[in-house]
């Protein structure tokens, strides 16, 4: 019933900068928490960072001063502004996020994820 859209990933040399995209659409009733994950071959999916829906956020300490994330609730989307990328960025990030159903439940939705690669 919900399904969120990332966009913005790429290819991107160290230092660069990309922002990636995620809006999210279907029956629900709000949005409480967004949030960007990543994960590479063979690894943990590791939380990026976080937004309420009143702004608060929360950043991996990875990528904290580099990232900015960002929320627009008019438009159900959640943006992460990567700033100074390393090559240790370089993974696949998906967009997270947890809703109120209409049948008043909450659940977790997943993105299909956004290659970001960070190389020269």
């Known amino acids: 019933q919900v399904q969120l859209v990332e966009s913005g990933g790429g290819l991107v040399q160290p230092g660069g900068s990309l922002r990636l995209s995620c809006a999210a659409s279907?029956?629900?009733?709000?949005?409480?928490?967004m949030g960007w994950y990543r994960q590479t071959p063979g690894k943990e999916r590791d939380l990026v960072a976080t937004?309420?829906?009143?702004?608060?956020?929360n950043y991996a300490d990875s990528v904290k001063g580099r990232f900015t994330i960002s929320r627009d609730n008019a438009k159900n989307t959640v943006y992460l502004e990567m700033n100074s990328l390393k090559p240790e960025d370089t993974a696949v990030y998906y967009c997270?996020?947890?809703?109120?159903?209409?049948?008043?439940?909450?659940?977790?939705?997943w993105g299909q994820g956004t290659q970001v690669t960070v190389s020269s």
């Open positions: 279907g029956s629900f009733l709000s949005i409480n928490v």
């Open positions: 997270n996020a947890e809703v109120l159903t209409r049948s008043i439940v909450a659940e977790g939705y």
């Open positions: 937004i309420t829906s009143r702004g608060r956020t």
